[in-house]
Nanobody, 115 residues
Framework: QVQLVESGGGLVQPGGSLRLSCAASGSIFNIYIMGWYRQAPGKQRELVAT???????NYRDSVKGRFTISRDNAKNTVYLQMNSLKPEDTAVYYC?????????WGQGTQVTVSS
């Protein structure tokens, strides 16, 4: 089992920045990929960014150049630096980990971009 705890969400004005953090604990030795998904009201959950154990990154097109995913393997933590935020980035952001063929999710953290 893997437990994921997110932090860093909040309210920000358009053009602002936020950094999300997700700390993994439990059976972390088999985690091969971590990342972030988001879900806006009335919409399906969608991939935002992922990073593999060897550092390969993947982003959805709408966040490329604005968001950066990184991980600190020593701290078992993944980060999402979000810059130039737009109202359409408003959603609940979920941390994700793939480990041993299983999917694990955090509880979600709200990000609201509004003036």
């Amino acid at each position: 089992q893997v437990q994921l705890v997110e932090s860093g969400g909040g309210l920000v004005q358009p053009g602002g920045s936020l950094r999300l953090s997700c700390a993994a604990s439990g059976s972390i030795f088999n985690i091969y990929i971590m990342g972030w998904y988001r879900q806006a009201p009335g919409k399906q959950r969608e991939l935002v960014a992922t990073i593999t154990r060897d550092g390969r990154r993947n982003y959805r097109d709408s966040v490329k150049g604005r968001f950066t995913i990184s991980r600190d393997n020593a701290k078992n933590t993944v980060y999402l630096q979000m810059n130039s935020l737009k109202p359409e980035d408003t959603a609940v952001y979920y941390c994700y980990a793939g480990s041993g063929g299983n999917d694990y999710w955090g509880q979600g953290t709200q990000v609201t971009v509004s003036s």
